[in-house]
């Protein structure tokens, strides 16, 4: 009772609220998304992400050495098809040299303790721009799923050390994760987008892969913003279909889920801040209305005390330079 009871007493200096402070951000947190072209010697900045890139192979490679010498250990990967290797049942997905399964290996050979993640989607790969097979319009689930698995199986036999499907077609994670216990991969870990909403936050990724859908949207397989049970519905199945690690997306405007997710579940729990929310500080703070700095790192503290394991962040490097 006040005043005996002076809150403002743990707050009085940087040294007191860093003592108390129940949220601590540390490099270990960060899954970095990279962007992967055909080339070399490229690296071109992405229109609509102001100061993130798209890499070729041999710029791939210093990159990720430099973000290992950061103290930042794990990246996911994303690659951008050329048009013509694009089809509707994803057919460059399976080529085992292909560009992801080239980028994997680019990237374990130079930095060997890096964890690997990859984008298990068929998207970059569609000539319809969908996550899925397309029949008479529809999106085909089942033999999308087993699309699916035969590209986590060649995503694993390169080298990947958690496969991340973001497709949100039902019983894919039990496809692949049966399919790898087949194959003897028994120790390559699924990090599964569980909870991904049909959002409005997607547009510069879209521009980063040139994956847009070529027709429609994606509401029937990713997920009304507007509900909230769902996600902890699509969350525990993906568990028991075999998912280690499972993931809300976006960030911000789904802080809800993250916690209630949080609560539901024993398995860690990942956040996608997503290339909208990036967007939306860049282009304000150079507009001088917000302060880049402040106003990110209160984004990634309110993701990881809403319950976050780990963070997918473009941010992650710009944050790990103020950390240190």
């Avoid at 089809?87 to 930095?111: C, F, H, W, Y």
């Avoid at 973001?166 to 990090?191: A, K, V, Y």
């Avoid at 075999?242 to 729990?269: N, W």
Wanted: charge should be negative.
């Amino acid at each position: 009772m006040y005043p005996l009871r002076r809150n403002r007493r743990l707050r009085t200096s940087e040294v007191v609220r860093s003592l108390v402070r129940e949220t601590i951000m540390s490099p270990n947190d960060f899954l970095v998304p990279l962007f992967v072209v055909e080339g070399k010697g490229v690296k071109e900045e992405i229109a609509s992400m102001p100061n993130y890139y798209r890499f070729s192979l041999d710029l791939l490679e210093k990159e990720v050495k430099e973000l290992w010498k950061m103290g930042l250990k794990s990246v996911l990967l994303f690659v951008k098809v050329p048009d013509n290797l694009k089809d509707n049942s994803g057919t460059e997905a399976l080529n085992a040299e292909g560009l992801m399964q080239r980028a994997i290996k680019t990237v374990k050979n130079a930095t060997p303790e890096m964890l690997v993640m990859t984008d298990v989607a068929l998207d970059p790969y569609s000539s319809f721009g969908h996550d899925g097979v397309v029949a008479d319009g529809k999106i085909i689930n089942d033999d999308t799923t087993a699309i699916l698995a035969e590209m986590s199986l060649s995503h694993a036999k390169a080298g990947a050390d958690f496969l991340a499907p973001s497709d949100m077609m039902d019983g894919r994670i039990f496809e692949i994760r049966s399919l790898l216990e087949d194959e003897g991969f028994h120790d390559t870990g699924i990090m599964s987008y569980s909870a991904k909403y049909a959002s409005a936050f997607y547009g510069p990724f879209r521009d980063a892969l040139d994956s847009a859908p070529g027709f429609g949207d994606k509401k029937t397989y990713q997920m009304d913003p507007a509900n909230r049970e769902e996600a902890i519905r699509e969350t525990l199945m993906d568990i028991e279909e075999g998912a280690d690690i499972v993931m809300v997306k976006p960030g911000l405007c789904y802080l809800d889920i993250v916690r209630d997710i949080k609560e539901a579940v024993h398995v860690p729990v990942a956040v996608y801040q997503v290339s909208g929310e990036y967007a939306m500080i860049k282009a304000a703070s150079e507009k001088g209305w917000l302060d880049h700095d402040a106003v990110m790192m209160e984004q990634l503290t309110a993701i990881k005390r809403a319950g976050a394991n780990m963070i997918a962040s473009y941010f992650a490097k710009d944050a790990v330079k103020l950390l240190s």
